[in-house]
């Protein structure tokens, strides 16, 4: 019994801990989609052909590329205004809502005329009217689809998101059996399309029109004057980001050719799970943070129970890569096991410049944020142009690795190696 008793103690204080209070709906939601984007993509591998794959994962990176750029990374930054606007939280969400609805129309302009006819395979996918205009529609969707879900966690309504997120994410499966005959060429972007055209409006409503307590932050609120100033830093941190991760697979098609980028983007979605899931808990620890709660006990939180997850599922996606990546087809196990592995190998180091960046942002220490993400994306793209000429795929993986292992020892000398301080009022 005394066993027993001990273990119901940890886990209850486990569980009492604020941090994971918030983040263990993310955390959920991380699985959730990771499994569910698992069988999607098994799906989508099995009903559709390789360079069909391909185009559509390259149409998809660049709606989240678009949607990145065009969002000005407020997202992130709801972490940091809703939990210290008081009764001025939901207008927050909503004039974030408006200024990202507004900037995407200019992006997506920009886009349309000076970037698309420069990139020929995407452009050739895209070539017809009615597919930039539901690709467009598509992008503006998606940035509310992601907004949304910060300003749940911001709001510490999060046990919505992996309602929300399962929804989505049972909905494309089914999509992908029912558009194959009609869209054989194009069934896979839409299948993301349809629900996010449902799913937004509903959640928007849950937002805007719920009635319940919240807690207030013990911390005034951020002003105008100083929070400008650290958001346009912050985004600019952010572009950096794009250009080396939603932006890959784009690469990746420009540099390797329909076939071996699709051995690439299978194996980029599979490990993208683990950042998916540093991000979420990131979130939650800017969120916390910027409530108030301590920082020091957050960061012991974070090295104690955050980064050993994260270094168990990576282990765990090693032994098991040449099994994950059957289930996509013998075309897929056959030349990406090494590709998945490097990326996986990845994640531990990834996840410390996450973590890292999520401490940054609630300090508002925004230099170092983009100090870190401009590191990733010189070395990430400039190995993978270095690289993938030699090396084929896996040199393009190898690069992601260097890079990720190099932030990992900046994020040290500039964040973990130096002990927490209060949190300010900017």
Excluded at 60 to 66: D, Y
Excluded at 164 to 188: C, H, M, R, T, Y
Excluded at 255 to 266: D, I, T
Aim: aromatic share 10%; charged share 10%.
């Amino acid at each position: 019994m005394g066993g027993w008793t001990r273990l119901w103690a940890r886990a209850a204080s486990v569980l009492h801990d604020r941090l994971v209070r918030t983040a263990w709906p993310l955390v959920v939601t991380t699985g959730l989609n990771g499994l569910l984007g698992l069988i999607y993509w098994v799906v989508a591998a099995r009903l559709y052909d390789q360079v069909t794959v391909a185009t559509n994962m390259a149409v998809i990176a660049a709606m989240t590329t678009l949607s990145g750029l065009s969002q000005l990374n407020l997202g992130p930054s709801l972490a940091v205004l809703v939990p210290r606007a008081g009764d001025r939280a939901r207008r927050i969400v909503l004039q974030v809502y408006a200024a990202v609805t507004a900037y995407a129309v200019v992006t997506l302009t920009v886009f349309f005329v000076l970037i698309l006819p420069h990139l020929t395979r995407l452009s050739e996918v895209l070539g017809s009217t009615t597919r930039m205009l539901v690709f467009a529609v598509a992008v503006l969707a998606f940035n509310i689809f992601a907004l949304q879900d910060a300003a749940l966690a911001s709001l510490r309504w999060a046990r919505v998101i992996p309602v929300e997120n399962g929804l989505f994410g049972v909905v494309k499966i089914g999509l992908l059996f029912a558009l194959v005959g009609s869209l054989p060429e194009f069934g896979i972007f839409t299948s993301w399309f349809i629900p996010m055209l449902v799913i937004v409006p509903v959640v928007s409503s849950y937002i805007f029109l719920r009635r319940s307590h919240r807690a207030s932050s013990t911390l005034p609120p951020a002003t105008t004057r100083d929070s400008i100033p650290k958001l346009a830093l912050d985004y600019v941190g952010y572009l950096f980001q794009v250009s080396s991760t939603f932006f890959l697979p784009v690469v990746a098609l420009e540099l390797l050719g329909p076939v071996s980028a699709s051995l690439f983007a299978v194996a980029w979605l599979t490990s993208s799970t683990l950042d998916l899931l540093a991000t979420n808990v990131g979130t939650a620890l800017t969120v916390e943070t910027s409530y108030g709660e301590n920082p020091a006990a957050l960061r012991r939180t974070i090295l104690r129970r955050a980064i050993p997850l994260v270094a168990v599922v990576s282990a765990v996606g090693l032994l098991l890569a040449p099994w994950i990546l059957r289930l996509y087809g013998s075309e897929y196990s056959a030349d990406g096991v090494h590709v998945l592995q490097l990326l996986l190998l990845a994640s531990v180091p990834r996840c410390l410049v996450t973590f890292a960046i999520a401490e940054c942002r609630a300090h508002r220490n925004m230099t170092t944020i983009v100090w870190l993400r401009a590191q990733n994306a010189a070395l990430a793209l400039g190995l993978s142009f270095l690289l993938t000429p030699r090396f084929g795929v896996e040199g393009m993986a190898l690069a992601w690795l260097v890079a990720q292992l190099m932030g990992a020892v900046t994020a040290f000398n500039r964040v973990w190696r130096k002990p927490v301080t209060p949190l300010e009022v900017t």
